[in-house]
Every structure is written in structure tokens, then in C-alpha cells.
Nanobody, 112 residues
Framework: QVQFVESGGGLVQPGGSLRLACAASESILGVMGWYRQDPGKQREVVSSITSRGYTSYVESVKGRFTISRDNDKNMVYLQMNSLKPEDPAVYYC????????WGQGTQVTVSL
């Protein structure tokens, strides 16, 4: 089963940027996605990317987040710009639909 390791989270001020990275233990196939989860809430898909590079985003992040993948390096990225107070969560990557175990995620915090 593929294992994912997320990194790149941190504390930024509103309007700041972060670049999340997801390293997969083996080749990533099919649709990949970034998910986020707030405490007490269900994990939700934020963005997805097909093997050919077609992308989609939840409405709240359109125009601010950009997903990308490097199939040769088994990596998926999420460039997060213009971060807002409603963006903080633990961010995870996985297939869509998720079929591998979840990594530890990476915490994104937006605060003055």
C-alpha cells in the first residue's frame, strides 16, 4: 500500500503563502488530491489532479491554491497563496477516492 508523507505546513499571516509537498513511497497513479480536516469536522477534498494534469478545486480556494504533481518523483504539491483565516487545518494527500492509509498530515495555521 502506498504511504504518503506530507510536509510544508506552518504558521503564516493572513495573505501569506505556503507550499505543501506530499512524497509517495511508490508510483502515484490515477487521481491524486489534497484533503484538509478541522478538528471535529469531516475530512474534505480541497483539490485534485488527474494523471494528465487536469485540476479541480473547491470553490473556497479557487484562484488561490494550485495543485501539481511530478510523477517521476512520486510527488504532489499544493501551492497556497493569499491564505485566509478559514484555511487552517491539517492537510493530507491521498488518492481520490482515498484508498491508501493516511499520512500524518501537515498543519497549516493562519494567524496574525
Amino acid at each position: 500500500q502506498v504511504q504518503f508523507v506530507e510536509s510544508g505546513g506552518g504558521l503564516v499571516q493572513p495573505g501569506g503563502s505556503l507550499r505543501l509537498a506530499c512524497a509517495a513511497s511508490e508510483s502515484i497513479l490515477g487521481v491524486m488530491g489534497w484533503y484538509r480536516q478541522d478538528p471535529g469536522k469531516q475530512r474534505e477534498v480541497v483539490s485534485s489532479i488527474t494523471s494528465r494534469g487536469y485540476t479541480s478545486y473547491v470553490e473556497s480556494v479557487k484562484g488561490r491554491f494550485t495543485i501539481s504533481r511530478d510523477n517521476d518523483k512520486n510527488m504532489v504539491y499544493l501551492q497556497m497563496n493569499s491564505l485566509k483565516p478559514e484555511d487552517p487545518a491539517v492537510y493530507y494527500c491521498n488518492n481520490i477516492p482515498a484508498r491508501s492509509s493516511w499520512g500524518q498530515g501537515t498543519q497549516v495555521t493562519v494567524s496574525l
